[in-house]
């Protein structure tokens, strides 16, 4: 599976986070999280970041000197060896972080309508993909719009602050199908009523996936007017050359995909 790892340059981490990395000297240092993404061109639309809370975390020395990266350690290992450590092969982990402690952090967010958006908890985030970092795109993945929707609701019991909920998703693929907000019209079309349905929520990222890839045209950004297939290696391409995001790979048969 080929992800491109999307750097959210981490502005303010919560206090919780701070203890968890209290050892560590950040002086000098760019300390990123890193959302492994199947839609870079989707990266407009970001209103949020996702971690899971119960899951561990840790901040690693990566290829680039005075940059540190938090992502799970079973990521880190793969990232060894594609390049993106210090050493070939070598993880040095500098500190653990538990999922949770990093709720509330400051991340900034390439290429979105939203410059910096907050850290958030996603129950449904595996372990056993991409980096543990989710990117939130609600107006194109249903996952995230039904994450957004509960968490709106739920918000105090979840102990979040409302700012950080503010941000409503953002048009910016539009298909003849479901218009300009898929993931909304898949949700509604599928009475996905919580991040629970988790069958309907797999049907409707199928769905929203091929829509979107063959029929779906940028109403926003660069490539405003273009058709998706088009304009996503462009993207890609342009993220990556700005430094902002990279290749990340994932071994076949290591992915366990929430659809089975
Ligand atoms: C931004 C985005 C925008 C995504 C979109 C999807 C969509 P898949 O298809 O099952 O292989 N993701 C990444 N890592 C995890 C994880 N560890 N746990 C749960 N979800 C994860 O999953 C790849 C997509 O699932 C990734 O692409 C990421 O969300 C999320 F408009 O990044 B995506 C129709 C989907 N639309």
């Given at each position: 599976q080929e992800y491109t790892g999307i750097?959210?340059?981490?502005?303010e981490f919560p206090e919780a986070a701070k203890t968890d990395l209290a050892s560590v000297d950040l002086n000098g240092k760019k300390v990123f999280m890193v959302a492994a993404t199947l839609r870079p061109e989707?990266?407009?639309?970001q209103t949020n970041c996702y971690v899971g809370p119960s899951l561990t975390y840790g901040l690693y020395a990566s290829n680039i000197p005075d940059e540190y990266f938090i992502c799970t350690p079973r990521a880190a290992k793969n990232m060894a060896f594609q390049k993106l450590s210090a050493e070939r092969g070598v993880v040095t982990e500098l500190a653990q972080l538990k999922g949770e402690h990093l709720v509330g952090a400051l991340v900034k967010a390439p290429y979105s309508v939203y410059?910096?958006?907050?850290?958030?908890?996603?129950?449904?985030?595996?372990?056993?993909?991409?980096t543990g970092v989710v990117t939130s795109v609600p107006s194109d993945s249903p996952d995230d719009y039904a994450t957004l929707a509960d968490l709106r609701k739920k918000c105090e019991y979840y102990h979040l602050n409302p700012e950080w909920l503010k941000n409503d998703p953002v048009a910016i693929i539009e298909t003849k199908a479901y218009g300009?907000?898929?993931?909304?019209?898949?949700?509604?079309?599928?009475?996905i009523q919580s991040p629970k349905d988790?069958?309907?929520?797999?049907?409707?990222?199928?769905?929203?996936?091929k829509e979107c890839f063959y029929q779906?045209?940028?109403?926003?950004?660069?490539?405003?007017g273009d058709k998706v297939e088009v304009a996503k290696p462009k993207i890609r391409a342009d993220l990556i050359a700005k430094g902002l995001a990279f290749a990340y790979n994932e071994p076949e048969g290591q992915v366990i995909s929430r659809s089975g």
């Amino acid at each position: 599976q080929e992800y491109t790892g999307i750097k959210m340059e981490v502005c303010e981490f919560p206090e919780a986070a701070k203890t968890d990395l209290a050892s560590v000297d950040l002086n000098g240092k760019k300390v990123f999280m890193v959302a492994a993404t199947l839609r870079p061109e989707t990266m407009y639309g970001q209103t949020n970041c996702y971690v899971g809370p119960s899951l561990t975390y840790g901040l690693y020395a990566s290829n680039i000197p005075d940059e540190y990266f938090i992502c799970t350690p079973r990521a880190a290992k793969n990232m060894a060896f594609q390049k993106l450590s210090a050493e070939r092969g070598v993880v040095t982990e500098l500190a653990q972080l538990k999922g949770e402690h990093l709720v509330g952090a400051l991340v900034k967010a390439p290429y979105s309508v939203y410059d910096k958006v907050r850290v958030l908890p996603m129950e449904t985030v595996l372990a056993t993909k991409g980096t543990g970092v989710v990117t939130s795109v609600p107006s194109d993945s249903p996952d995230d719009y039904a994450t957004l929707a509960d968490l709106r609701k739920k918000c105090e019991y979840y102990h979040l602050n409302p700012e950080w909920l503010k941000n409503d998703p953002v048009a910016i693929i539009e298909t003849k199908a479901y218009g300009k907000m898929c993931a909304e019209t898949l949700c509604q079309k599928l009475k996905i009523q919580s991040p629970k349905d988790v069958k309907q929520l797999a049907q409707a990222k199928e769905l929203a996936y091929k829509e979107c890839f063959y029929q779906g045209v940028m109403i926003i950004g660069e490539f405003s007017g273009d058709k998706v297939e088009v304009a996503k290696p462009k993207i890609r391409a342009d993220l990556i050359a700005k430094g902002l995001a990279f290749a990340y790979n994932e071994p076949e048969g290591q992915v366990i995909s929430r659809s089975g």
